[in-house]
């Protein structure tokens, strides 16, 4: 055999430089008097298979002096293929390396004769797919990452000459979709992404990832919440086959991809919590099996496409909270396939369209936009609808019928509006086996709270405050075990609070101050073991506030000022009171006593008004342990003694109040936590 002459490049580390040698090779291996590495951590190298290394060399591995110390000089996605070994340089490839290594040791491991065949190979075969086939001249883009990947990585080495078309280019998106997002910091490590094995297994144990259809072609892109960080490229719309694209709740920004609306057998399309702007593709609504969109959370600021009624497939669109304009589009309730829809906290505005029999709404939600109008009595009327709630808008008119017994409606939220008509309507005609929660407070309603919602068994929030409602609180209201909030608070009632409250043994908050209500406060609201909040302020109420709220062991909120002919004694009742109490008002009753020295033991409160009672005796020195308190109201009492040092450890205090008392003595001087 003719001796070759290759001419090789020798690298080796001599302390801190990077030094080079350039000699003739005239056999089939380096020869044996090269200087030695100083470290004796002579490598090996894989050929990689470059076209210009000649058959004759022995093996697929030669020694390399290229010596480092214990360190990988070569960027990841440089390497050749074993990550562990690196390639020196044969052939007359590259005359000045060994001075261009001084800044770049990553070049090392370049077989640029193979890797730009093989990239001029896919460039052909994936012409006419991708998006913007210039991004690939910069090395620094993700499509380049890609290819370069593909070319020079890629364990699979699929040969792009034989390997069936569509398997490269879904490779190649799969690959550019991880490099568009910075595949290097998802959260998500067991996905098996850029491994040698088919896309199709790139996925985990609960196929969040990719998966394929019996042909092998890409079905499903599941990776919500994986951290996610750039752009979706548009090359996703190659992806024939697809069927899921779910990216939700990540750290996506730009458009959403025009390009998706070519994936003729879409069936969910998950985007929601990105931060997503622009417009919203008409086409994307008119895709053929397309069954649902989660577009919330985004900034994205488009209308909403009429073309979102055209789909006979398409049953859910939810886009929440985003910065939508416009009106909804009217033909939205001819549609005969959608059950939800889902457009809170926008900036729509017009009114609500008319609904047809056929529609089967479900779930209908424009909380928080600029919608004005009267509620139709064609949607109020449907009897698929189960959830409806048009929260702080400016809806006007009468509060209409509903479906009666034929409905489905479990929630039904209309608070923060102009609505008025009486509350009764909706216990009348909405149905008593599914009605859950009820929310119209802050609305103009009338009427009487009806002895019927003892029928409504599976009730278990019941917002009617700030409205003008009138009557008593009817005693049904204790067959309802299930209750787990009632706020009666601000309207117009009267007579006494039913002891049949403590039946409520489930409810954690009960607020019906600001009211006429008058009569004692029953010693059953003992019962409520759960309850965080009763409110009774501003009422006509007398008697004793009982000892027994005491047994509420998880009280949070505790007010009963502005009932002028409470009594007790406040030290009684202070030392009943749990200690999870974090806000306590009292004022403007009638309640005696003193300050025990236990207030200490109320650690977590923040708010403490007992203004204008009689109370009597000194401010304890106790009090200075409660370093949450915000605001202190003691005035117009009759307090005497000297203040206590120790309200200059209520640092965190914004307002104390303790004027119009009988103090004596010079005012502490060292408030240092003021």
């Known amino acids: 055999m003719t001796p070759l002459a290759l001419e090789a490049q020798t690298f080796f580390l001599s302390g801190d430089e990077l030094s080079c040698t350039v000699f003739m090779e005239s056999q089939t291996s380096l020869p044996a008097d090269l200087p030695a590495c100083p470290r004796g951590q002579a490598l090996t190298w894989r050929h990689c298979g470059c076209p210009e290394l000649p058959e004759s060399v022995p093996g697929e591995e030669v020694t390399c002096p290229f010596c480092i110390r214990g360190e990988d000089p070569l960027t990841p996605g440089i ?18 390396m060994c001075e261009s290594m001084r800044q770049d040791a990553s070049s090392v491991c370049e077989c640029p004769a193979e890797i730009d065949l093989r990239k001029r190979d896919l460039k052909n075969a994936l012409s006419g797919v991708v998006v913007d086939e210039s991004a690939w001249d910069n090395p620094n883009s993700a499509e380049s990452r890609a290819l370069n990947w593909m070319a020079a990585v890629d364990p699979m080495n699929l ?49 969040r990832g990719v998966t394929c259809d019996s042909r092998d072609s890409v079905e499903s892109i599941d990776l919500y919440t994986t951290n996610l960080e750039g752009t979706l490229p548009g090359e996703l719309g190659i992806l024939s086959s697809l069927t899921e694209l779910s990216v939700g709740t990540n750290s996506l920004v730009g458009n959403i991809p025009l390009s998706i609306g070519n994936l003729s057998k879409l069936e969910v399309i998950d985007v929601t919590s990105n931060v997503f702007v622009g417009r919203l593709d008409e086409a994307l609504f008119r895709l053929p099996q397309l069954e649902r969109v989660y577009f919330g959370g985004n900034q994205i600021t488009d209308q909403l496409p009429s073309s979102i009624c055209e789909s006979s497939s398409l049953q859910l669109v939810t886009g929440e909270f985003n910065g939508l304009v416009g009106t909804i589009p009217s033909c939205l309730g001819l549609s005969i396939s959608l059950t939800k829809f889902d457009m809170a906290g926008n900036f729509l505005v017009g009114g609500l369209p008319e609904f047809s029999p056929t529609s089967v709404m479900e779930e209908f939600e424009v909380r928080e936009n600029l919608l004005t109008g009267t509620i139709p009595v064609s ?68 009427g009487r709270i009806p002895t019927r919602i003892g029928l409504f068994q599976k009730l278990q929030d019941l917002w009617v405050h700030n409205n003008f409602l009138t009557g008593t609180i009817p005693t049904e209201i204790g067959l309802l075990r299930l209750l787990d909030v009632v706020l009666i608070s601000g309207n117009l009632l009267r007579g006494s609070i039913p002891t049949e409250v403590g039946n409520l043994v489930n409810c954690r908050g009960f607020s019906a101050g600001f009211n006429e209500l008058d009569g004692t406060i029953p010693t059953e609201f003992g019962n409520m073991a759960w309850a965080i909040l009763i409110d009774m302020s501003s009422n006509r109420l007398s008697g004793i506030v009982p000892t027994e709220f005491g047994n509420c062991a998880n009280l949070v909120y505790f007010g009963v000022s502005g009932n002028e002919r409470l009594i007790g004694r406040m030290d009684e009742l202070l030392d009943a009171l749990s200690t999870s109490l974090e806000y306590f008002t009292a004022s403007g009753t009638s309640l005696s006593g003193s300050i025990p020295t236990t207030v200490g033991r109320f650690a977590m409160m923040e708010d403490l008004h007992l203004r204008a009672i009689q109370l009597t005796g000194t401010v304890p020195t106790e009090i200075g342990r409660l370093t949450n308190l915000l605001d202190i109201d003691l005035s117009i009492n009759q307090f005497r003694g000297t203040l206590p040092s120790e309200l200059g450890s209520l640092g965190a205090a914004t307002s104390l109040n303790f004027r119009s008392n009988s103090f004596s003595g010079a005012l502490a001087s060292d ?4």
């Open 159 to 207: 040969d792009v000459a034989t390997a069936p078309p569509e398997i490269l280019r879904e490779r190649y998106v799969v690959v550019l979709l991880y490099f568009a997002t910075n595949g290097n910091n998802w959260i998500r490590t067991d996905l098996n992404f850029l491994s040698g094995s088919s896309v199709c297994s790139w996925h985990n144990s609960q196929d």
């Open 379 to 446: 949607l109020t009327n449907l009897t698929t609808l189960s959830t409806l709630d048009l929260a702080d808008n400016s809806f006007s008119g009468r509060l209409p019928q509903f479906a009666g017994v034929a409905g489905q409606l479990s929630n039904l939220d209309i608070e923060d509006n102009e609505i008025d008509g009486s509350l009764e309507t909706i216990f009348a005609t909405a149905p008593a086996n599914t009605l859950e929660v009820v929310q119209v407070e802050n609305n103009k309603l009338t």
């Open 79 to 96: 390497q050749c293929q074993d990550f562990n070994k690196f390639v020196s340089i044969v052939g007359s490839w590259h005359p000045t």
């Open 671 to 674: 408030f240092s936590g003021w």
